[in-house]
């Protein structure tokens, strides 16, 4: 199936082309980007900075974001939340179908903000957007990178001890500034424990993904957060540090069994981006660490650890995982792939 990204130019629509390379299901026939891009070899429009441009990309002509320059019925959007809103809009009227990274949609009641394995059922809000908008196409969206990893940790225990409260601190890879990010002399040797927009994300985003659906609409769940997010001088692999208290107060044992065992949705599994298990659980106590685990799945799983009691609320623990693959493009493509496997595309 012919793909198109936008914004392929940045550092997110780079992620989707290496990612997409050699895709069983999907291959990258469009790239556009702004204005000064159009017209332009994709080779000598971008300044490519991780691995080997693919050949069959690299000689792609650029064009702009605009559906009557791209006819490719899936759309990647990795555009800038500055533009992305009228333009994912835009794309959706004419048909295709958006799979988008910006912040623009995501809280909209119509629009599904999904992680494959934790909220599946939630793409059925693509028939309410369909009818409400009059869209022949639709928007899905993913999570905020940091709450990505969170809600995947936080999944399995709250579907199993009702989260009441959660507190979490985040600290975040320099890459999820996208390139060429922080400057060095802010990063090095520094924690800037400022990111705009993103403590309001993370406190507003899990309530909906761990929501369930009911009569074409999102329940959001009612557990509330409080968020700390921070950048620190890490290059890829999102660290969230997590403190939760629950309706029923779970066992050490109980949890971690929980989390050993958890597989998410069973519509996901066998698809080809989806790892094979996306938790991996840690027991010992200096797990997860981003250099050792942020690849972990090729990226997509989330690693946890650091199980232990609370003394404030129930449980305690550390998640991580790969911020630009399964927090960003790899998350877009995962959601692509279960749209087409159950039927709910919408294209053809």
């Known amino acids: 199936m012919r ?21 069983p299901w999907f291959r ?25 441009l693919p050949a ?8 702009t974001c605009d559906p009557r320059a791209v006819s490719s019925p899936i759309v990647f959007s990795a555009l800038d939340s500055e533009v992305a809103g009228e333009v994912e809009g835009t794309f959706a009227a004419a048909g295709r179908l958006v799979l988008s990274n910006a912040k623009n949609y995501r809280m909209e009641p119509d629009v599904p903000l999904v992680i494959p394995e934790v909220n599946a059922a939630h793409l059925a809000l693509l028939d309410t957007q369909r009818a409400r908008r009059g869209w022949a196409g639709g928007i899905v969206t993913n999570a905020n990178c940091a709450a990505t990893m969170a809600a995947m940790a936080l999944a399995p225990l709250h579907e199993a001890f009702g989260a009441r409260r959660v507190f979490l601190a985040t600290m975040q890879a320099v890459s999820g500034a996208g390139y060429p ?26 309530q909906k993904m761990l929501g369930r659906l009911n009569e074409g609409a999102v329940v959001p769940a009612s557990f509330a957060v409080s968020a700390h997010a921070n950048r620190v001088a890490v290059e890829n692999g999102h ?10 107060a779970p066992s050490l044992e109980e949890a971690a ?20 298990r996306p938790l991996h659980f840690f027991e010992s106590d200096d797990r997860p660490q981003p250099r050792r685990d942020a690849l972990r799945g090729r990226g997509m799983t989330v690693s946890v650890g650091r199980l232990r009691v ?15 693959i399964r927090g960003a493009a790899g998350g877009s493509i995962l959601n692509a792939e279960l749209l087409v496997a159950t039927g709910r595309a919408g294209v053809a």
């Open 28 to 52: 990258v026939a469009e790239v556009a980007a702004s204005e000064r891009s159009a017209g332009k070899r994709y080779a000598d429009a971008t300044r490519w900075i991780e691995g080997d």
């Open 181 to 206: 990010g922080v400057p060095s002399l802010d990063i090095l040797g520094n924690v800037i424990p400022y990111i705009g927009d993103e403590e309001p994300k993370l406190e507003r985003e899990m």
């Open 310 to 324: 609370d003394p404030l609320f129930h449980l305690k623990f550390v998640a991580m995982g790969h911020n630009t």
């Open 257 to 276: 069994q929980v989390l050993r065992g958890w597989r998410g949705a069973s519509a996901v599994r066998g698809l080809p981006s989806a790892p094979d």
């Open 239 to 248: 660290t969230v540090c997590l403190s939760v208290e629950f309706d029923r």
């Open 3 to 23: 793909v198109a990204i936008l914004g392929a130019t940045g550092a997110v629509g780079q992620t989707f082309i290496r990612l997409l390379a050699g895709h």
């Open 56 to 63: 069959d990309v690299a000689g792609l002509t650029v064009t």
